[in-house]
């Protein structure tokens, strides 16, 4: 009973002082391994489109389809082995601008990256206009 108490305890310490996944918040980077943290202002970034991009051609070769990649609106990365990426984008289709998510999964030091999930996301008439940049009537 002891042993098992210590182990509790222990236990208990380790999640107190273990923040570990990438966050920002006043300026200090904190960790939360399997959380998720927004890739605020890097949404647009070289790395970030590259696997947007990535993401809709390896669609279009599954699915046999001629998606075109318009720009990420939203990024969020997920410490695991490697990094999960989520991202949500703007693609067009058959001419017409549509709204995707995609996962894709990143271990850099393996020269490895898969497409987990590509759907149309379900989006709300305000998400809609606002990432797209619709203005309301006033």
């Not at 990438?22 to 696997?51: F, P, W």
């Not at 998606?67 to 067009?92: C, D, N, P, S, W």
Request: aromatic share 10%; charged share 25%.
């Amino acid at each position: 009973m002891k042993n098992f108490s210590i182990v509790i305890f222990s236990l208990l310490l380790l999640s107190a002082f273990s923040d570990l996944g990438l966050c920002q918040g006043d300026d200090v980077l904190r960790m939360k391994l399997g959380g998720y943290h927004d890739c605020e202002g890097t949404q647009n970034s070289a790395e970030i489109e590259s696997l947007a991009r990535f993401a809709v051609q390896e669609h279009n070769k599954k699915e046999n389809t001629l998606l075109e990649f318009a720009r990420v609106l939203k990024a969020k990365e997920q410490v695991v082995a490697g990094k999960i990426y989520h991202l949500t984008m703007e693609v067009i289709d058959g001419g017409k601008e549509k709204i995707y998510e995609a996962k894709i999964w990143v271990k850099p030091w393996m020269n490895f990256k898969q497409l987990q999930e590509f759907k149309h996301a379900e989006v709300g008439p305000a998400f809609a206009t606002s990432v797209l940049g619709v203005k309301t009537g006033h």
